[in-house]
Nanobody, 124 residues
Framework: QVQLVESGGGLVQAGGSLRLSCAAS????????MGWFRQAPGKEREFVAS????????SYADSVKGRFTISRDNAANTMYLQLNSLKPEDTAVYYC?????????????????WGQGTQVTVSS
């Protein structure tokens, strides 16, 4: 079992930045891939970014590529998402997720463990 807790969300103006954190506990953190997803009001959950167990492999949704950066610190059992050049359409609840497999995945159904989410609101 893996427990995930997100933090770092908040209210920011368009063009601003935030850094989200996902603290993991429970089973070995470094053995699997992890990802970030988001869900805006009235919309389906969507993939944002994923990172492999070593941190060397990453994948991003086209909508955030070049603006967001995913990273992880296995020694600290923490994953991060740096959000730069934020836009109002980035407003959503952001969730971190973990899976025991090594490969990065973009589908939420491929992940076994989820956090409770952290709200990101971008004002225009």
């Amino acid at each position: 079992q893996v427990q995930l807790v997100e933090s770092g969300g908040g209210l920011v103006q368009a063009g601003g930045s935030l850094r989200l954190s996902c603290a993991a506990s429970g089973r070995t953190f470094s053995s699997g891939a992890m990802g970030w997803f988001r869900q805006a009001p009235g919309k389906e959950r969507e993939f944002v970014a994923s990172i492999g167990w070593s941190g060397r492999s990453t994948s991003y949704a086209d909508s955030v590529k070049g603006r967001f950066t995913i990273s992880r610190d296995n020694a600290a059992n923490t994953m991060y998402l740096q959000l730069n050049s934020l836009k109002p359409e980035d407003t959503a609840v952001y969730y971190c997720a973990a899976r025991p497999g090594l490969g990065i995945r973009t589908q939420g159904t491929e992940y076994d463990y989820w956090g409770q989410g952290t709200q990101v609101t971008v004002s225009s």
